[in-house]
């Protein structure tokens, strides 16, 4: 069941999910002109992630304060929290798209490895930016781009058609739709730079460089020739965390990863993802995750 907060003191509509009993949370709608697609016609967000791709030329996708020709290839990320803007109705004339969205649990509480497939990228921007930036785009190259339509048209006649076994087929199609995600934003750097965001650009390269190691926001402002106010203003305001909490996501990311694929001690792990002490560590990743690092190892690895 989806619903709409209204929005509060000037600020866009949140459309949220939630699933009944029972209900698959995945969905695919064509984005295509006349197509019904909630809330497309006033600001808003949503709190569940979704991406939007278009096989061919055609239409137009407003987020943030941006307006984008689409151009064939292109993929937009959808973080939970991104604002998209309101869209008239011609925008979608000439489109020939897809949208795919879904919510965290999707792909189901037994699947802890292809949950981490789309969770792990290093800098965590194809779904978990902060919303204040607006959708990533990306974009899909051309001998890819069939076969990106032919999947997510699979999920959707999965979707429509519920065949026995449908639930675990749209979770492999959901599964290698993020996968494909994670590989085409492995170079967040170079998007964000297209994307006129050269500050953090270079502010998310100095932390993937440098996340292994103490680092604090002093230096992060120092390799980027600003003040630590002024990098701490800047950041927060696009992309709603401050530096700070994006060296921990970026650590934790790590951190989440050398539990999943290796034997290492807590400790090791640790020092690993920057924490030269363990207990620091260990009550980082508490704070951050809920529960130890040894308990979220046990509960998804097994």
């Known amino acids: ?9 000037g600020e866009p509509a949140t459309y949220r999910w939630r699933p009944a009993p029972g209900e698959l949370a995945v969905s695919a709608m064509r984005l295509e002109h006349d197509a019904e697609i909630n809330g ?5 967000s949503h709190d569940f992630p979704g991406i939007a791709y278009f096989r061919a030329d055609g239409g137009i996708v407003r987020y943030g304060k941006k307006v984008r020709h689409v151009e064939a290839g292109d993929l ?6 991104d604002v998209m803007g309101r869209s008239d109705r011609d925008d979608l004339v000439g489109a020939q798209g897809w949208g795919v969205f879904f919510t965290a649990d999707a792909l189901g509480p037994d699947t802890p490895g ?3 497939a789309w969770r792990t990228h290093p800098l965590l921007f194809p779904f978990v930016r902060g919303g204040a930036i607006g959708a990533l785009r ?5 001998p890819d781009r069939d076969g990106w339509t032919a999947r997510i048209e699979a999920l959707h006649d999965e979707l429509t058609h519920r065949r026995d076994g449908y639930r675990e087929a749209v979770s492999a199609h959901l599964v290698l739709l993020l996968v494909g995600v994670s590989r085409l934003a492995a170079d967040v750097v170079g998007d964000l730079r297209e994307n006129a965001e050269p500050l953090l650009a270079e502010v998310f390269d100095v932390i993937e460089r440098r996340y292994r190691e103490p680092l604090s926001l002093r230096e992060v402002a120092a390799a980027v020739n ?5 990098l701490t203003s800047t950041v927060r305001k696009r992309t709603g965390r401050t530096v700070q909490e994006w060296i921990t996501e970026r650590r934790m990311v790590q951190a989440r990863r050398l ?5 290492l001690t807590i400790s090791d792990i640790g020092r690993q993802v920057g924490f030269p002490d363990a207990g620091y560590f260990a009550r980082t990743f508490g704070k951050v995750h809920g529960m ?6 046990r509960v998804n690895v097994g």
């Open 259 to 263: 539990l999943t694929v290796t034997e």
């Open 292 to 297: 130890s690092p040894t308990r979220w190892r």
């Open 114 to 116: 292809a949950h981490l």
């Open 138 to 142: 990306l974009k899909v190259p051309p």
């Open 1 to 9: 069941m989806r619903t709409r907060r209204s929005p509060l003191n």
């Open 226 to 230: 600003i003040s630590p106010g002024h």
């Open 40 to 44: 497309a016609f006033e600001a808003h």
């Open 76 to 81: 937009f990320v959808i973080a939970p929290g």
